[in-house]
Each structure stands twice: as C-alpha cells, then as structure tokens.
C-alpha cells in the first residue's frame, strides 16, 4: 500500500502544471499538454510515458504525429519517418522498436527477431504489429501542408503504407476475409481488455494456478517491472500477465508466423473489432493517398480492402453490438467493451447501426458514466474505474469515437464527448487513462498520446466554437 502512494506521488510530480480545476481552462491545457510532449520527446521520436513506456510504440507515434502538427509540423513528420526504422521487409511495423535505454517486461532481447530473415536490421524490434493508424496520422498531417509540400510527403510515406497493408492481408487474412488476425493482445492495443482476456485464459499455462500464491508474486511483479510507478491494482494481475508472457513465447516458439500457430499451438487468435475498424479506416485513406498521387493500388490490395468494408459486419450480433470472433471457431466472443464503438470511426456501417451505437453509447448504466467513455460498460463484471483497460477513459478512444459521431451526423453527442474529455483532463492532468466515474488520472504520466490528441481535440473545439458563432 505505501509503495503505491509513494509511486502516486512520483507520477503526478512530473505532470506539467494544468488548471486542476473542473473549469475548462483551454490555454493552461494546451500549454501542459505542449510541455508534456517536450518532457517525452527523446529527438526524433517520443516515449510514451517515462519510466513505464521506454520505446517508441507504433500506435501512440501515430497519435503524437497527429496532435504535434499543430505545434511543429516537421518535428511531426519525423516521428513517421522514426517509425519506418522498425519496417520489416516483408511490409511489418512492429508494435515496439527498442531504444538502447529504459527496461520494460516486452524486454528487448528475448524476441529473437533477429532470427527473422524479415527483421529490421538496424534497430530491435518486437515481431507482432499494432493498429495500423499510420495512413491517418500520414494524411492528418497532409490536410496542413500545402498542395505540392503534401504531395511530396505522401510520395515518401506510400511505399511503406502499402507494403504495411500488403502483410496484412497477405499474412493475416489467410481465408480472404477481409478481416485480418490477430496473435497477441499487445497487438490489439487493448491489451489486458475483457474479450482477449477470457480468451488468454483458455490457454493459461499448468503453473499459472500456481504463481497466483501470493508469496510468490511479489518477486515476480518486481522481476518484470510491469506496473514501473502504477499502482499495483490499476494493471493487469500478474497471473494474466505470465498467461500473457506465455502467449508470447508460444508465438516465438512458433516463429511468429500464423500458419504455424494455428497448426501448432493453442495461442488465441481473435478477429479484433477495433483493429479491424481502424484498418477500414486506413484503407479509405491510403486510397485518397494513392487517388492524390495517381498511383494504381496493387489489385490484390484492392480486393481486400473492398472485402474489408462488408466484412466487419460478420462482428456484428442481432441486438446491433460488435464483437471479437474466435478465428478458430468462428464463435463471437460477446464480452462487452469499448470496442464495440469503433465500428462508427471506419465509416462503413449503415446509419441505423450507427444510431445503435450511439444510443448504447449514452446509456448512462453502462458506457456514459460521468467521464465517459468507460472502457467496460459498468455493467460488466470485469469494470474496474482503475485499472487498465477493464473501465477506464482513455482520450485515444474517446477520439476514435468523437470522429465516427461525426460520420453520422451525430454532433451533439460528439461535442459533448468532445468537451468532457477536454474537461477530464484539464481537471486531471495528463495521465494514461482516467477514472469514468471521478475523473482522477491514472497509469503512467505524463502520457504522450493524451497530450497530443487533446491538443488536436483543442482545436477541434475551437472549430466547434467558431461553426455554432457562424450557424447563429
Ligand atoms: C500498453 O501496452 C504495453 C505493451 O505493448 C504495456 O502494457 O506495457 C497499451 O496501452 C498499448 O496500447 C500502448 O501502445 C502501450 C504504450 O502506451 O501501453
């Protein structure tokens, strides 16, 4: 107990000064979130929390790369390009590329990436992927630019947003689907989220039973380092997280590759909702890339990016929610999460399974508690306010969620979300995730991707703000 005050403490002393008020107060927020993104930058790319998060992490990149164009248009740009380091040559981006400092329990060496003749040669690299929100990062960035500096920059990243879109259907998508799998719930980003969860633990290991004694654990937890400065109880329990580690020795055993996994392992393989969502989403805009370039898509990723759009209907339920499927058996895995919203950012649903979504959405027992949205639907006997991905607000979803309303003409709701969250953090400080029921910051701080996507949200308010003068 008195270690994870201790640790609260450390956490909230390198927070950049906010208001701490419930009181919106937009300049002192993008003031705070500006510095944070200082604090976390390491030159070229950014951490995405010190102590906790050492690496450069493939789907927050993305998000600094979308809240530092407002502030540094270059300086975003290199964080793309940092990324393409990571590039295997069969088209991979890896979810970690490793920096020489810092330790994290996804530990540098024990990938054995190297022994893959696909691996990036220059820097250490995890061998599983992330979602891939680089073509909305690459075009988020091409919206500011100027007609010839935007062509010029979709022209450097469109090789390697092909060859990234390419792997994923060619090595993920082996029945021609138009949805890709995934082997690891590091993959997902959603990592110790309910559907994935109850899925790891099918396949937890004979001793997992074991380690959970409890005079064991506390030699583990601190071997793996896995919560740095985080109280104990808001990350995943350290039985769940060596069924994780197992996993993923499993999928090094297997050499990472997905035909040897089905055949010869139990690991779990889930069709994911939101990685699926957000790959749609990407295909809409590598197509506008290529469209800008006059450039012919490979007809082969033609074909799975079509497939895709229609395909992630078959994650849907009667009752209209979306769900991971089991690759396997094909069975949806109906564990409710925040997921199930992701759906409205790709942009594909029809417009009455949107009012669906919408209307679950704010239902004030499940996902709109007072600092929406919970990641678990309070209903769920997995929430937890505080713990990672089991409850908590995180501003990457609430920003998925906020653009997918949009699609739909579901403003209000949107402008809401838009402010509460802006509201959240500016009375929180930035932190990794928040709870959904007080609001108080939690997780690793301060956090880069909750600086950088409120600096985008800040202006998305000022054009809320400048849209409602002119509309009265
Ligand atoms: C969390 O994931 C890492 C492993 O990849 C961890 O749990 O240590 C997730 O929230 C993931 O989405 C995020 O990219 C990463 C770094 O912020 O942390």
Redesign the pocket.
């Known amino acids: 107990m008195a270690e994870s005050k201790a640790n609260t403490t450390h956490a909230a002393d390198k927070l950049p000064a906010v208001g701490f008020t419930e009181q919106l107060e937009p300049e002192a927020l993008l003031g705070a979130a500006t510095d944070t993104l200082k604090i976390n930058d390491l030159g070229s790319w950014t951490q995405?929390?010190p102590g906790?998060?050492p690496h450069q992490?493939?789907?927050?990149s993305c998000f600094v790369a979308i809240g530092l164009r407002h502030i540094d248009i270059k300086r975003a740009q290199q964080e793309l390009r940092s990324l393409l380091r990571g590039q295997w040559s069969n088209g991979m981006l890896p979810?970690?590329i490793f920096s020489d400092q810092g330790l994290?329990?996804?530990g540098r060496d024990a990938w054995h990436s190297e022994r893959h003749k696909a691996a990036a040669k220059k820097v250490k690299t995890?061998a599983i992927t992330?979602p891939p929100v680089l073509a909305e990062a690459v075009v988020r960035i091409g919206e500011i630019l100027d007609t010839a500096a935007r062509r010029r920059w979709y022209k450097e990243m469109y090789p390697a947003l092909v060859a990234f879109h390419e792997w994923l259907y060619k090595e993920r998508d082996p029945h021609n689907e138009g949805l890709v799998v995934l082997m690891h719930p590091?993959e997902?980003?959603?990592?110790?989220t309910p559907p994935w969860m109850v899925a790891l633990r099918k396949n937890r290991p004979w001793w997992g039973k074991a380690v959970s004694g409890a005079k064991i654990s506390p030699w583990l937890e601190n071997r793996f380092k896995?919560r740095g400065n985080v109280p104990l109880n808001e990350?995943?329990s350290i039985v769940d997280l060596l069924t994780v580690l197992h996993n993923w020795r499993e999928l090094r055993r297997c050499g990472y590759d997905l035909q040897r996994v089905l055949h010869h392992s139990k690991v779990p393989l889930l069709v994911d909702v939101a990685f699926n969502a957000i790959l749609v989403r990407a295909n809409t805009h590598l197509q506008r890339i290529a469209e800008e370039l006059g450039e012919m898509l490979p007809v082969d990723l033609q074909f799975s990016m079509q497939r895709s759009k229609g395909a992630l209907r078959t994650l849907q339920d009667a009752d209209g929610m979306f769900f991971p499927r089991d690759f396997r058996t094909r069975e949806l895995l109906t564990e409710p999460s925040i997921e199930t919203f992701l759906p409205l950012y790709s942009g594909v649903i029809s417009q009455e399974s949107a009012d669906k979504l919408a209307a679950e959405l704010q239902n004030p027992k499940t996902y709109w508690l007072k600092h929406p949205v919970a990641s678990v639907p309070r209903t769920s006997k997995y929430f937890a306010a505080n713990r990672?991905?089991q409850g908590p607000m995180?501003v990457?979803m609430n920003w998925f969620i906020i653009d997918g309303l949009r699609q739909y003409g579901h403003h209000k709701v949107a402008d809401e979300l838009l402010e509460n969250t802006l509201r959240t953090v500016s009375a929180a400080g930035m932190y990794?995730y928040f709870s959904p029921i007080d609001g108080k910051g939690h997780g690793?701080a301060p956090?880069?991707?909750t600086a950088a996507l409120v600096v985008d949200m800040l202006q998305g308010l000022a054009i809320q703000k400048v849209s409602r003068h002119a509309g009265e």
């Open positions: 995405p929390a906790l998060y992490w493939l789907w927050d979810h970690i994290h329990y996804a995890t992330q590091w997902s980003g959603l990592d110790d896995v990350r995943i990672y991905w995180w990457n990794e690793g956090f880069s991707w």
